[in-house]
């Protein structure tokens, strides 16, 4: 196997014994896409996101990562607070995981 490919074997398995460790093995890809994508825009600063920005960043269908955020709400992963700004948009914050 070339370096190229063994690299990316290496990443994925971190990546694969890191959602273990934080018990996220059992999220589906579309929910570790956007679980990605808000820690992603958590990282650069962000206090939170709107649904807008996730669909965004996610590449996804807006429908795909409403019904993926309710998921992760369902789970205690993410909450849903209503924007100051824009009473119709929610903004989506991470919470602590156990």
Not at 10 to 27: F, I, V
Not at 30 to 44: D, G, H, M, Q, W
Not at 57 to 62: A, K, L, P, Q
Not at 88 to 97: D, G, K, T
Request: proline share 1%.
């Amino acid at each position: 196997m070339n370096e190229f490919y063994q690299n990316i074997t290496d990443a994925l398995n971190m990546l694969d014994g890191l959602e273990k460790d934080l018990n996220l093995g059992h999220l589906t890809p579309n929910e570790l896409r956007v679980f990605y994508t808000i820690i992603k825009r958590s990282a650069s600063g962000e206090k939170g996101s709107n649904i807008s920005e996730i669909v965004i960043n996610s590449g996804m269908s807006r429908s795909t990562v409403y019904k993926t955020m309710k998921k992760l709400s369902s789970e205690g992963i993410i909450s849903f607070f209503q924007s100051e700004e824009d009473g119709r948009e929610s903004i989506i914050q991470l919470n602590s995981i156990s």
